[in-house]
């Protein structure tokens, strides 16, 4: 049986789309999202986005709201030193951007 991980964040983006490409030339953007929990704390998502998902990220900017599905994963890879390193990160299944006039 597969178990699947699935998160839904609710908040504003605390930094601008990068735009980038992988090895193989595929199109990706990631970005920061910013939200407060029940507690009023505030917690910061890495996010990727990929294919369609990438393109609608990418008519997001800095202060948006945004609503995401997405699953969270770890990625490591080997720097420039030859350490190891690690990121915990959303891959963004969905997007859902409020309607105009819709803001707060």
């Known amino acids: 049986m597969i178990h699947v991980q699935t998160?839904?964040?609710m908040g504003e983006l605390n930094t601008d789309i990068e735009v980038g490409f992988d090895n193989k030339g595929?199109?990706?953007?990631?970005f920061q999202l910013k939200?407060?929990?029940s507690n009023g704390?505030?917690?910061?998502?890495?996010?990727?986005?990929?294919?369609s998902h990438a393109a609608r990220?990418?008519?997001?900017?800095?202060g948006d709201e945004v609503?995401?599905?997405g699953e969270p994963q770890d990625r490591t890879w080997m720097n420039?030193?030859?350490g190891k390193c690690y990121?915990?990160?959303v891959r963004v299944n969905n997007i859902i951007l409020p309607k105009k006039g819709d803001k707060k």
């Open 7 to 9: 998160v839904t964040l």
């Open 87 to 89: 990121n915990k990160e």
């Open 57 to 62: 990220a990418k008519t997001m900017k800095k």
């Open 35 to 37: 939200v407060i929990n």
């Open 80 to 82: 420039k030193d030859k």
């Open 41 to 51: 704390a505030e917690n910061y998502w890495n996010c990727v986005a990929w294919n």
């Open 26 to 30: 595929q199109e990706y953007v990631k």
């Open 67 to 69: 609503c995401l599905i």
